[in-house]
Every structure is written in C-alpha cells, then in structure tokens.
C-alpha cells in the first residue's frame, strides 16, 4: 500500500493502482473508494483511514484472479 499525500488533510491511497483517497475535516479521517463510495470519519489518522480503505477494497472490490484458459487436446 501507498499513501500519497495531496495535501495536509487529504492523500490518494494506491495498490499498484488508485484505489482512492482520505481525507479530514477535523479530528477524525474518513475513506472515499473510487468508484465513489465514502465511508464516515472512521479513524484516528490518515494511515488508519488508510487501511480501512484497503480492507474495504480487498473484501468487496477487488477483481478476483482469471482462470487460466485450458487447451483441448482433439484426437
């Protein structure tokens, strides 16, 4: 995982690619998905808002891995 600050309230969060951002408006840190889906202040700093980011995209956003195409052996 990457965090990338923009600025002192808000960074992108990677996993190879932007998965999304954090940010604050005061004491606690909220987590905003790209495909727009936000969660509310949920933690204590920007490295915890973080990880729930990347909990949140694992467990429900995450493409699961293809299968690998199986030749057929004709003959």
Not at 7 to 22: N, Y
């Amino acid at each position: 995982m990457k965090i990338v600050a923009l600025t002192a309230q808000s960074a992108e969060v990677h996993l190879g690619t932007r998965i999304g951002k954090v940010g604050t408006s005061g004491q606690r840190w909220w987590w905003q998905h790209r495909d727009g889906e936000k969660s509310s202040p949920v933690a204590e700093s920007r490295g915890e808002a973080a990880l729930a980011l990347a909990h949140y995209h694992r467990s429900f956003k995450a493409r699961p891995a293809p299968v690998p195409a199986r030749r057929l052996r004709l003959g």
